[in-house]
């Protein structure tokens, strides 16, 4: 079969994957990093938007999550690279009557994205993890003289957030697979660099093989880490 006949995986190999652990994988490390952040931190100030008294604030961040959730993640970062600019330029041409070219990188629009995807649903484990907290230890750090927003920032955020490094991990372990998805709005990442040498190369069996095995090799070192993170938080917290 000429398919078989064809393949080389040692040349795939030595000219793919320097291309991946190369650009590719800053680009990889740079966004998870960057939009794992922001993600927790957008997902923070959701959080504390559904626990708030204020009915028009919960029902608009209500309404926020159910659109991002509704969609898919390819969907909102194609609509953030193509259309918010766009969008900028009408606003520009309405408000100030200036024609105005308007451009995102693609690594930001993916940064945009991811964080605002990750941090809708991030906002739900810390939420969860806040209402979990007995409200007996509340109740006794104000009866200490703490005020609501000390015991609320001394008490039940640290315990919420080391209840939910688990949940945060899996975040993060699926946060690097869906870096691919970046490879539909033109980012150099590993799926689109791989794309790029298939179309030159024509080793396709071997190109795709390659770019899985890297994928592979980063989740696996990951989750050793985030498990060891795990262990060490939790046996800090014991000796408490």
């Known amino acids: 079969m000429q398919v078989i006949e064809n393949m080389n995986f040692a040349k795939a190999w030595t000219e793919l994957l320097p291309k991946l652990i190369g650009q590719a994988l800053e680009i990889v490390i ?3 990093v960057v939009s794992f952040v922001l993600a927790i ?15 028009w604030l919960n ?21 953030i690279y193509y259309v918010f600019p766009l969008l900028g330029e009408i606003i520009m041409y309405f408000f100030f009557h200036q024609d105005y070219q308007n451009s995102m990188s693609s690594v930001v629009a993916g940064i945009i994205g991811m964080s605002i995807n990750y941090g809708t649903y ?10 979990s907290i007995d409200k007996g230890q509340t109740e006794a750090a104000l009866a200490l003289g703490f005020t609501p927003g000390q015991s609320m920032r001394r008490i039940v955020i640290p315990q919420a957030f080391r209840n939910s490094i688990p ?3 899996n975040y993060l372990l699926t946060l690097v697979k869906d870096t691919s998805l970046m490879a539909y709005i033109t980012t150099p990442e590993l799926l689109q660099t791989t794309k790029a040498y298939v179309s030159q190369s024509f080793l396709t069996i071997e190109s795709y093989t390659i770019v899985a ?16 993170f795990e262990r060490k938080v939790s046996s ?5």
Request: charged share 15%; with cysteine; aromatic share 10%.
């Open 59 to 79: 029902r608009i961040i209500i309404v926020f999550q159910e659109i991002i959730r509704g969609t898919p993640l390819l969907v909102q970062l194609v609509y």
């Open 30 to 32: 740079l966004v998870t």
């Open 122 to 131: 991030i906002s739900e484990v810390i939420r969860s993890a806040i209402i």
């Open 167 to 169: 949940v945060f991990g």
């Open 213 to 228: 095995l890297v994928y592979l090799v980063i989740c696996l070192a990951l989750s050793f880490l985030l498990k060891l």
């Open 41 to 55: 931190l957008f997902g923070f100030l959701l959080a504390l938007g559904r626990l708030s008294r204020h009915k």
């Open 236 to 240: 800090a917290a014991k000796r408490r």
